[in-house]
């Protein structure tokens, strides 16, 4: 495990310390061995709780973004963006809802597929607009493992013939198990609640403007910007 690779870099580390440590402890006065020893075992333990710590920060700073992936591969229906999330055995269950109106469970590159090229090409297909947000994240690292909770919000307007339209919105919560694989944090399991939603019929919108589901989108441009070069 990548873990347990990197602490025993640490140790190896703290072990050459304690070589050149060793050839002053020969030759110092015996009185002063045991302190040399245990400022050498002091630094050794100092290593290895920073090196979790900065594990535990990398982590965290790495599943952010793969966070923020994921509504930006929605948005931009882009697959591509969307399936980097998601180990390719990851379990998702978005729930059932009371009334049956709705009920998935499936793979994450299923969702993926599902969302971007059938629920959120349909929306703006029928000319409607929609968005989502993601907030309050909350995670947990345990090694090469990692728990989370954020909320999401997807606002969705559904046009009709006399020019208004429907806003629909939903708060949901996302319960993601992490695995870091091959150095690579993915989401393993996620399960969704919704916690409550709303709908405001006769609402007016004001045309969007600037914005592409495709690679003209400025997003794309000003993400590349800070990328390196493929070779």
């Known amino acids: 495990m990548e873990t347990i690779a990197r602490r025993n870099l640490v140790k190896t580390a703290a072990v050459a310390g ?49 966070l923020s992936l994921y509504p930006r591969g929605l948005d931009r229906q882009d697959t591509s963006i969307g399936l980097r999330v998601f180990a390719e055995d990851a379990y998702i269950d978005y729930g059932t809802a009371p009334d049956g109106s709705w009920d998935w469970q499936g793979t ?32 947990e690292v345990n090694g090469d493992k990692a728990g989370s909770e954020y909320y999401g919000c997807a606002p969705v307007m559904t046009p009709h013939d006399d020019g208004t339209y429907t806003w629909g919105a939903s708060v949901a919560r996302y319960n993601d198990k992490w695995e870091c694989r091959e150095g690579d944090w993915v989401i393993v399991e996620r399960i969704v609640t919704n916690d409550f939603q709303w709908k405001i019929d006769g609402a007016r919108l004001g045309e969007p403007y600037g914005c592409a589901f495709d690679e003209s989108d400025p997003s794309y441009s000003a993400l590349a910007y800070g990328m390196a070069e493929e070779e």
């Open 18 to 66: 304690a070589a050149v440590v060793a050839g002053s402890v020969a030759a110092a006065p015996l009185a002063h061995a045991a302190e040399e020893t245990a400022s050498v075992e002091e630094l050794a333990q100092k290593l290895l709780a920073m090196e979790e710590r900065l594990w535990d920060l990398e982590a965290k700073e790495a599943i952010r973004y793969k």
């Open 108 to 139: 994450g590159p299923e969702w993926i597929d599902y969302c971007t090229n059938t629920i959120d090409k349909g929306i703006t297909a029928r000319g409607g607009y929609y968005a989502h947000e993601i907030f309050n994240i909350c995670i």
